[in-house]
T-cell receptor
Framework: AQKVTQAQTEISVVEKEDVTLDCVYE???????LFWYKQPPSGELVFLIR??????QNEISGRYSWNFQKSTSSFNFTITASQVVDSAVYFC????????????FGTGTRLTVIP | DTGVSQDPRHKITKRGQNVTFRCDPI?????LYWYRQTLGQGPEFLTY????????KSRLLSDRFSAERPKGSFSTLEIQRTEQGDSAMYLC??????????????FGEGSWLTVV
């Protein structure tokens, strides 16, 4: 069974602070994909990153960085120097590499960046 | 480059009525998904098409729900005899399989349903 846990329901930070969103997952698959999506108030889920389970290199994209640790089944997301536009709900998700590849989502973390 | 589009964006209906949502995926994507999202929760998988074939359905998809993708392009999701518990956002998504894309799934803006 697939399961994604985002223990942080809501986080508030002051603009320019760094913030880390936690994601822990469970799966019996040996290979899988991990994702992060952003959902602003408009409702659309915006794709941020995909990571293969066999690629444990961390990734940085601008102010965003991701730390994948297979040993602890975690895929954490850090926003550096947060901005008001980063305010949204962020979802971590997991999918298999084969079959329908449908996504299993966590319950999301609502991030509020205070100006 | 157009993304996934959904129509209508908002629907208010009386309990017992039927509603239909339409989804137009990204044009080169042959996979299409429907998800449902309720307040405070992550999206939950409902069903999946590869081209025109509906290959997988979640247990969440009761008999009152039916999805079609007749020509392998757009899709419709119909809910018959709506109930208040059907109030949610219905998200459509599409993807193109293969190692290059990693089957990244791209979502539309969703269709909000309120059953009163």
């Amino acid at each position: 069974a697939q399961k994604v846990t985002q223990a942080q329901t809501e986080i508030s930070v002051v603009e320019k602070e760094d913030v880390t969103l936690d994601c822990v997952y469970e799966t019996r698959d040996t290979t899988y994909y991990l994702f992060w999506y952003k959902q602003p108030p408009s409702g659309e889920l915006v794709f941020l990153i995909r990571r293969n389970s066999f690629d444990e290199q961390n990734e940085i994209s601008g102010r965003y960085s991701w730390n994948f640790q297979k040993s602890t089944s975690s895929f954490n997301f850090t926003i550096t120097a947060s901005q008001v536009v980063d305010s949204a709900v962020y979802f971590c998700a997991l999918s298999a590499l084969t079959g329908a590849n449908n996504l299993f989502f966590g319950t999301g973390t609502r991030l509020t960046v205070i100006p | 480059d157009t993304g996934v589009s959904q129509d209508p964006r908002h629907k208010i209906t009386k309990r017992g009525q039927n509603v239909t949502f339409r989804c137009d995926p990204i044009s080169e994507h042959n996979r299409l998904y429907w998800y449902r999202q309720t307040l405070g929760q992550g999206p939950e998988f409902l069903t999946y098409f590869q081209n025109e074939a509906q290959l997988e359905k979640s247990r969440l998809l009761s008999d009152r729900f039916s999805a079609e993708r007749p020509k392998g392009s757009f899709s419709t999701l119909e809910i018959q005899r709506t109930e208040q518990g059907d109030s949610a956002m219905y998200l459509c998504a599409s993807s193109s399989p293969g190692p290059a894309s990693g089957n990244t799934i791209y979502f539309g803006e969703g269709s909000w349903l309120t059953v009163v």
